[in-house]
């Protein structure tokens, strides 16, 4: 099984503030990894595909690259809406695997 | 707009039994694969089962297998969950989920999610 580990598992921020995270997975995943935004009792949106093309509708503050095993969220201005927990994911291979999460707060 | 709407939740004893259901709309449902996707309370997101467009391609989590069962109706336009043996570890909402652009193949990220179904396993 491909294991994605996401890091930090959380981070403080302020409105305005570029925030960076990171999903390692274990194995390559080539460039079937995509990014999710999750609010509290919602279901997940996704941001990003195949690690660096942008979803439909998403706004261009949110930017992803990467590929084999080493992939980044980019958010260059953080807004109130951003706050939520994001989640990495491979599609790569079955079992297909989520990273644990980065939960962003404000600072 | 795209739609996908969870329904078969509930309060269901270890070891009991439930049918999850997701009906589709707005889209040609048999033009893409499905997945179910569980979140513990308070857990992050796991992956429990894939089907392919024509249903005749399906792949489970080893956490599941052997007690759950994946399925379609095409000609309803809705997919199914079929959850046996249940236990405590399996709480959880249960979303079901649209590949972004394929019925087999390699899976894409999954671009609709319905608005979930709770299942709590408890005596």
């Known amino acids: 099984d491909i294991q994605m580990t996401q890091s930090p598992s959380s981070l403080s921020a302020s409105v305005g503030d570029r925030v960076t995270f990171t999903c390692r997975a274990s194995?390559?995943?080539?460039?079937?990894l995509h990014w999710y935004q999750q609010k509290p009792g919602k279901a997940p949106k996704v941001l990003i595909y195949?690690?660096?093309s942008l979803q439909s509708g998403v706004p261009s503050r949110f930017s992803g690259s990467g590929s084999g095993t080493d992939f980044t969220l980019t958010i260059s201005s953080l807004q109130p809406e951003d706050f939520a927990t994001y989640y990495c994911?491979?599609?790569?291979?079955?079992?297909?695997?989520f990273g644990q999460g980065t939960k962003v707060e404000i600072k | 707009e795209v739609q996908l709407l969870e329904s078969g939740g509930g309060l269901v004893q270890p070891g009991g039994s439930l049918r999850l259901s997701c009906a589709a709309s707005?889209?040609?449902?048999?033009?893409?694969?499905m997945s179910w996707v569980r979140q513990a309370p308070g857990k992050g997101l796991e992956w429990v089962s894939s089907?392919?467009?024509?249903?005749?391609?399906?792949k489970y989590a080893d956490s599941v297998k052997g007690r759950f069962t994946i399925s379609r109706d095409n000609s309803k336009n809705t997919l199914y969950l079929e959850v046996n043996s249940l236990r405590a570890d399996d709480t959880a909402v249960y979303y079901c989920?649209?590949?972004?652009?394929?019925?087999?193949?390699?899976?894409?990220?999954?671009?609709?999610w319905g608005q979930g179904t709770m299942v709590t396993v408890s005596s």
């Open positions: 707005t889209f040609t449902f048999r033009n893409y694969a």
């Open positions: 195949s690690a660096s």
């Open positions: 989920a649209k590949d972004q652009f394929r019925a087999n193949g390699r899976f894409d990220a999954f671009d609709i």
């Open positions: 194995q390559s995943v080539s460039t079937y």
């Open positions: 994911q491979q599609t790569y291979s079955v079992p297909l695997t």
């Open positions: 089907i392919g467009g024509d249903g005749g391609d399906t």
